[in-house]
């Protein structure tokens, strides 16, 4: 069986709110899925009710064949939630312990503490005192104690110095290569360019694109020529020119997207508009993003 992960059809209603709204995917042995979305897009919703912590108001959700909340499920499972909570009046090596004494078939200590980079320092020290940063390593150290098939972190790298991001996703390339299947949220959308096979982009609780990073750069087929010029210049000829798709302001600068590059510099140098600092850039996965989550809502 190769399908690790389904989600069929999936929604969840609080009183006053669809925080996800008839969600459908699958996901393989080994894939890499980074979700991304904005604030309150649903993301810590569907990945609570992946996690069996949350009830799907309807619909369905298999791992491995199984409801949530089964032992065979937990015990392929590694997680690593948004909110980070440790146990307090232990040292950090007793948790490891004693949560490695849970698994059937647990990571070796040693590779445990070399996959998340905890130190021995770290190891002797209480939870309750250890910083923020180093909470979310003992978190880490936690989610791969069981030696788990399916890893699912919900913003692991948030609060994580530059050295700690560094390793994290070194730590997470190793698991990929291992044939681990990964799932996780993250704002950093570089994270999810770089670490992710695929991406799946959530808005007001539902799914607007699925693919590899690549295709969805592509899927806006655009790139962008900015410029900055006087605030007085009058840009009614370029709105006008229809090689250009959109055209906006951003911090000093004017954004003319467009499919055709050459024939809109063209127009910019004809139509002596004064352009200066002119840059070209093909589609950026931030440029998809805000494309794809930025389109006004129908109505409800
Ligand atoms: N327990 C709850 N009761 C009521 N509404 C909730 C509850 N949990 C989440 N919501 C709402 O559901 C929506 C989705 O929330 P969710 O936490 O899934 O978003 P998110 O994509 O994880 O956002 P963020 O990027 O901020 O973490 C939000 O509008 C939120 O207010
Ligand atoms: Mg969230």
């Known amino acids: 069986m190769n399908e690790v992960l389904t989600v069929k059809n999936v929604t969840k209603s609080f009183q006053h709110k669809t925080a996800v709204n008839n969600v459908s995917f699958s996901i393989n042995k080994g894939e890499v899925t980074a979700i991304l979305g904005p604030n309150g897009a649903g993301k810590t919703t569907t990945i609570s009710m992946i996690l069996g912590l949350l009830k799907p108001t309807t619909g369905e959700i298999r791992l491995f064949n199984r409801l949530p909340y089964e032992k065979q499920v937990?015990?392929?499972?590694?997680?690593?939630?948004?909110?980070?909570?440790?146990?307090?009046g232990l040292k950090v090596r007793e948790i490891l312990a004693l949560i490695r004494s849970y698994y059937p078939d647990p990571l070796p200590m040693e590779d445990l503490i070399r996959l998340t980079g905890l130190t021995e320092q770290d190891l002797k020290t209480r939870a309750e005192k250890l910083s923020g940063g180093q909470k979310r390593r003992l978190s880490f150290a936690l989610a791969l104690a069981g030696n788990p098939e399916l890893i699912i972190f919900d913003e692991p790298t948030v609060g994580m110095d530059i050295t700690a991001r560094k390793k994290f996703w070194e730590t997470v390339r190793q698991l990929a290569y291992q044939g681990k299947t990964i799932i996780f949220s993250t704002h950093y959308l570089q994270e999810a360019d770089e670490a992710a096979g695929r991406i799946l982009l959530f808005k007001d609780g539902a799914i607007v694109a699925d693919g590899t990073p690549e295709q969805i750069k592509a899927s806006i087929n655009k790139s962008s020529i900015s410029f900055i010029t006087d605030p007085e210049t009058s840009l009614e000829k370029l709105y006008q020119y229809n090689e250009i798709d959109r055209i906006y302001r951003k911090n000093n600068r004017v954004y003319a997207e467009t499919?055709?590059?050459d024939r809109v510099l063209e127009f910019i140098f004809q139509e002596k508009i004064g352009a200066r600092d002119i840059q070209i850039e093909r589609g950026r996965l931030e440029e998809a993003f805000e494309q794809l989550t930025s389109e006004t809502k129908g109505a409800i």
């Open 259 to 261: 499919a055709n590059t």
């Open 74 to 88: 937990r015990e392929k499972l590694g997680t690593m939630l948004q909110e980070v909570s440790v146990m307090g």
